[in-house]
């Protein structure tokens, strides 16, 4: 293995940054500099070659928060003109390497790093290997789909596990905001501890910090034993908060002091308790506009907003449909001992020419709809989408031009030919009456990859 000698320095003042850099790179040391820890976090993985020195006080995220959010394998040097000896042990209880107080003798910086560069040396060189193509073939499986921003999703899915950063996943009802959660979890280390979903809008406002936070017994009336809250019982592992804009703002202050200093007091207790937890949040709305019109705070919305996914509603990714929707059938199949119908074209290409304003939620229950419906009447999937979709009929959208709603029968047309036939170029050549050139400007022209139709 060659020797580390790398570094990221993050310091919002880019006079010590340059000074800094300047130093390290007199002594061989590689260096890269940010003035916002947000900025340097994607480089701040489990395969992470180097350390990380930062100063305490920044605007947006702090040097104790990045602490949190990188890779725990990764030494963290923190630096600080406003030290102490409580800041100082408050630091190394959260795993910093090391903490320096300004002003310092630069020997004595590079020192530190050099000895932490020599710590992750042996920390990577012992560190179990990622089974990377696996966790690809466990995600394609779990999130699926071959559309470009399903591709995309995943990526980010991949990246963001491998940190310990919280994070936000915004999206429309019906996206798939906890499968994306769970398979967060799923593929960090903390996958091994526990995994806790918890929706927020569903608990009145009274019951939400004893939910959340526990209860001693007696603490009030009904409260006859101690109660581990929900940030306990996720402990070492990813509490998941669903609906978190609907949280009501006089509770907001109270999770923001738990997220900053990470210990809860139980409801009747005057003791803090300390916890290591992933937060991942969900939400339906915008919460930047959400804190602009003073529905959510401004300073919990940063505290939150270290990393986010944005989910793309499903006639924003409308090819991973048959995909999805031949899945949704096998699993009811299953489910209800029933077989699984094949779907030709005509299936296809409704299904493809409806907006699906539920999202992929609509789409799984239009799949179990169909598989009972077919099993009793025969009934086909057009059939069923004319008669029974709150949104009916596979039409087109009544927003778009006419070139619009041409384009988008056109796409769908070919999808649903590429679907029936597997992916057989010349098969579909024949049906549609298109010389290969043309079948292939238009597969390009609409996005549409042989391989996501090969099955």
Same mark, same amino acid.
């Given at each position: 293995?060659?020797?580390?000698?790398?570094?990221?320095?993050?310091?919002?003042?880019?006079?010590?940054?340059?000074?800094?850099?300047?130093?390290?790179?007199?002594?061989?040391?590689?260096?890269?500099?940010?003035?916002?820890?947000? #900025?340097?976090?994607?480089?701040?993985?489990?395969?992470?070659?180097?350390?990380?020195?930062?100063?305490?006080?920044?605007?947006?995220?702090?040097?104790?928060?990045?602490?949190?959010?990188?890779? /725990?394998?990764?030494?963290?040097?923190?630096?600080?003109?406003?030290?102490?000896?409580?800041?100082?042990?408050?630091?190394?209880?959260?795993? &910093?390497?090391?903490?320096?107080?300004?002003?310092?003798?630069?020997?004595?910086?590079?020192?530190?790093?050099?000895?932490?560069?020599?710590?992750?040396?042996?920390?990577?060189?012992?560190?179990?290997?990622?089974?990377?193509?696996?966790?690809?073939?466990?995600?394609?499986?779990?999130?699926?789909?071959?559309?470009?921003?399903?591709?995309?999703?995943?990526?980010?899915?991949?990246?963001?596990?491998?940190?310990?950063? #919280?994070?936000?996943? @915004?999206?429309?009802?019906?996206?798939?905001?906890?499968?994306? &959660?769970?398979?967060?979890?799923?593929?960090?280390?903390? $996958?091994?501890?526990?995994?806790?979903?918890?929706?927020?809008?569903?608990?009145?406002?009274?019951?939400?910090?004893?939910? %959340?936070?526990?209860?001693?017994?007696? &603490?009030?009336?009904? @409260?006859?034993?101690?109660?581990?809250?929900?940030?306990?019982?996720?402990?070492?592992?990813?509490?998941?908060?669903?609906?978190?804009?609907?949280?009501?703002?006089?509770?907001?202050?109270?999770?923001?002091?738990? %997220?900053?200093? $990470?210990?809860?007091?139980?409801?009747?207790? *005057?003791? /803090?308790?300390?916890?290591?937890?992933?937060?991942?949040?969900?939400?339906?709305?915008?919460?930047?506009?959400?804190?602009?019109?003073?529905?959510?705070?401004?300073?919990?919305?940063?505290?939150?907003?270290?990393?986010?996914?944005?989910?793309?509603?499903?006639?924003?990714?409308?090819?991973?449909?048959? @995909?999805?929707?031949?899945?949704?059938?096998?699993? @009811?199949?299953? *489910?209800?001992?029933?077989?699984?119908?094949?779907?030709?074209?005509?299936?296809?290409?409704?299904?493809?020419?409806?907006?699906?304003?539920? *999202?992929?939620?609509?789409?799984?229950?239009?799949?179990?709809?169909?598989?009972?419906?077919?099993?009793?009447?025969?009934?086909?999937?057009?059939?069923?989408?004319?008669?029974?979709?709150? *949104?009916?009929?596979?039409?087109?959208? &009544?927003?778009?031009?006419?070139?619009?709603?041409? #384009?988008?029968?056109?796409?769908?047309?070919?999808?649903?030919?590429?679907?029936?036939?597997?992916?057989?170029?010349?098969?579909?050549?024949?049906?549609?009456?298109?010389?290969?050139?043309?079948?292939?400007?238009?597969?390009?022209?609409?996005?549409?990859?042989?391989?996501?139709?090969?099955?």
């Amino acid at each position: 293995m060659n020797e580390i000698t790398h570094a990221v320095v993050i310091d919002d003042e880019p006079t010590v940054l340059e000074s800094v850099a300047q130093c390290l790179m007199l002594a061989d040391i590689e260096v890269r500099t940010f003035t916002n820890a947000r #900025d340097a976090l994607p480089l701040l993985n489990s395969d992470f070659r180097g350390v990380v020195v930062s100063d305490i006080r920044m605007p947006g995220m702090d040097g104790m928060s990045l602490l949190q959010a990188v890779d /725990p394998g990764i030494p963290v040097i923190l630096i600080t003109g406003h030290g102490g000896i409580a800041q100082a042990v408050e630091a190394m209880k959260l795993g &910093a390497y090391d903490f320096i107080e300004k002003p310092y003798k630069q020997d004595r910086l590079i020192d530190v790093i050099k000895r932490a560069c020599q710590q992750r040396k042996v920390t990577l060189a012992t560190q179990p290997q990622q089974a990377t193509a696996a966790n690809d073939d466990w995600l394609a499986s779990i999130i699926i789909g071959e559309s470009e921003p399903t591709r995309t999703l995943r990526q980010q899915v991949q990246g963001l596990a491998r940190v310990n950063a #919280d994070v936000v996943i @915004a999206g429309e009802t019906g996206t798939g905001k906890e499968l994306v &959660a769970r398979s967060l979890h799923a593929l960090s280390i903390r $996958r091994e501890h526990p995994f806790v979903p918890i929706n927020v809008g569903a608990i009145p406002e009274t019951l939400l910090e004893s939910e %959340l936070f526990g209860h001693e017994a007696g &603490a009030f009336t009904g @409260a006859q034993k101690r109660r581990i809250g929900l940030f306990e019982a996720a402990h070492q592992g990813t509490l998941f908060l669903d609906e978190i804009e609907s949280m009501p703002m006089s509770f907001q202050i109270k999770l923001l002091r738990v %997220l900053q200093e $990470r210990e809860v007091v139980r409801v009747g207790s *005057n003791t /803090p308790i300390p916890i290591n937890v992933r937060i991942i949040s969900a939400t339906k709305e915008d919460l930047r506009e959400a804190a602009n019109e003073g529905r959510f705070r401004e300073d919990l919305y940063y505290r939150l907003m270290v990393a986010d996914i944005h989910l793309p509603a499903l006639r924003d990714r409308i090819d991973d449909v048959p @995909a999805l929707f031949s899945y949704f059938l096998r699993e @009811a199949g299953r *489910n209800n001992g029933l077989e699984v119908p094949k779907l030709d074209y005509e299936d296809v290409l409704a299904l493809e020419l409806h907006d699906w304003p539920g *999202n992929v939620r609509e789409l799984k229950h239009t799949a179990e709809r169909y598989l009972l419906s077919q099993s009793i009447s025969g009934i086909s999937v057009s059939d069923l989408m004319r008669l029974g979709l709150s *949104n009916p009929s596979a039409t087109l959208s &009544a927003e778009r031009s006419l070139s619009e709603r041409i #384009d988008q029968f056109e796409k769908a047309l070919i999808s649903a030919e590429l679907t029936h036939h597997n992916g057989n170029i010349k098969e579909v050549m024949e049906v549609l009456g298109l010389p290969r050139r043309t079948l292939n400007e238009k597969m390009q022209k609409h996005g549409l990859r042989r391989e996501a139709f090969i099955r």
